[in-house]
């Protein structure tokens, strides 16, 4: 199963607080994504924030996933779960279908 994961920063990271928390969220993310559980992750560009394409069994497991990052931990993220997958009416462009 597909999720998008949207992050959210919810409560603003001081300096000092982002000098302590980011030597531990870099690695917990890329873990993730070696595991194969985040597959895709980008940047958001309309607020802070990050986008995550998902690799899970399910919506809960993405929630575990990233419940455990340290923005998420410290209250400072929150993320928004959206299943996602194929365009099924594409199909309907298919000859003889």
């Known amino acids: 199963m597909k999720v998008l994961a949207i ?3 919810i409560k603003p ?3 000092e ?4 928390i980011m030597p531990k969220e870099v690695p917990a993310t890329l873990q993730h994504y070696l595991s194969g559980k985040i ?5 958001r560009q309309d607020a802070p924030g990050v986008i995550f394409l998902m690799n899970v069994d399910s919506i809960e497991q993405a929630k575990a996933e990233v419940e455990g990052l340290p923005l ?3 209250g400072f993220a929150s993320y928004q779960f ?3 997958g194929p ?6 462009l298919i000859q003889g279908k």
Do not use: N, Y
């Open 39 to 43: 597959e895709q992750f980008w940047a």
């Open 17 to 20: 607080q982002r000098r302590e």
């Open 13 to 15: 990271v001081t300096d």
């Open 87 to 92: 365009l099924a009416p594409l199909g309907l």
């Open 72 to 74: 998420v931990t410290g």
């Open 82 to 84: 959206i299943p996602v």
């Open 7 to 9: 992050g959210s920063i």
